[in-house]
């Protein structure tokens, strides 16, 4: 069964503090995301990786940066997070095929006080 | 970039009747795919149906169709004899050429028992 995990479900941070998101998957995917959701915005393009030590800012970038060390894992960072950064932030996966679907985390629900 | 944009926040249905959520995309690319998925509460995304632009064919999955219209950029979902577990939010989703996906903003489907 395919899986992407996300290092953590809810996250509770102070402004100015760094955060660190952590993705995982499993089914050695060179394409890998970083997306958030917030009501009535739908799903917005952060980063996103075609492969390791690969980056390509997607619609909303700053704020953020990611590293991809190795294939299966990618990380969001948050540098000096702020109270506009609360949010839900989900990770997800997929082949480097065309018509390949994305495989999504659980997510990770960011509040940032 | 892409935009995609779905035009109902929330749509409604009686279980066992027929609901269309409709969704419009603006690109200037001949060859893409076009997505649809699925977010039941507190649960992770996943895909519902996808339709190759070259295809004129509409793709179905079982209770789930498209209707897709090249030329209108237009992209519904059609779900017929609506059940409980379609209660969800839908986003309808655009993949093109560099591999990155874009959302629209989601519709908040409920159904009525």
């Known amino acids: 069964d395919v899986k992407v995990t996300q290092s953590s479900r809810y996250l509770v941070k102070r402004t100015g503090e760094k955060v660190f998101l952590e993705c995982v998957q499993d089914?050695?995917?060179?394409?890998m995301f970083w997306y958030r959701q917030d009501p009535g915005l739908g799903l917005r393009l952060i980063y996103f990786?075609?492969?390791?030590?690969?980056?390509e800012k997607g619609d909303i970038p700053e704020g953020y940066s990611v590293s991809r060390e190795k294939k299966e894992r990618f990380s969001l960072i948050l540098e000096s997070a702020s109270t506009n950064q609360t949010s839900m932030y989900l990770c997800?996966?997929?082949?480097?095929?065309?018509?390949?679907?994305?495989?999504f985390g659980e997510g990770s629900r960011l509040t940032v006080l | 970039a892409q935009t995609v944009t779905q035009s109902q926040p929330e749509m409604s249905v009686q279980e066992a009747e027929t609901v269309t959520l409709s969704c419009t995309y603006d690109?200037?690319?001949?060859?893409?795919?076009l997505f649809w998925y699925k977010q039941p509460p507190s649960r992770q995304m996943i895909l519902v149906i996808r339709?190759?632009?070259?295809?004129?064919q509409n793709a179905t999955e079982n209770r789930f169709s498209v209707n897709f219209q090249k030329a209108a950029k237009s992209f519904s979902l059609k779900i017929s004899d609506s059940q409980l577990g379609d209660a969800a939010m839908y986003f309808c989703?655009?993949?093109?050429?560099?591999?990155?996906?874009?959302f629209g903003a989601g519709t908040r489907l409920t159904v009525k028992p």
């Open positions: 997800a996966s997929n082949s480097g095929r065309a018509s390949g679907e994305l495989f």
């Open positions: 089914m050695d995917h060179e394409n």
């Open positions: 990786s075609y492969d390791v030590k690969m980056k």
């Open positions: 690109t200037s690319e001949s060859d893409y795919y």
């Open positions: 339709q190759e632009a070259y295809k004129q």
């Open positions: 989703a655009y993949r093109g050429h560099n591999n990155d996906m874009r």
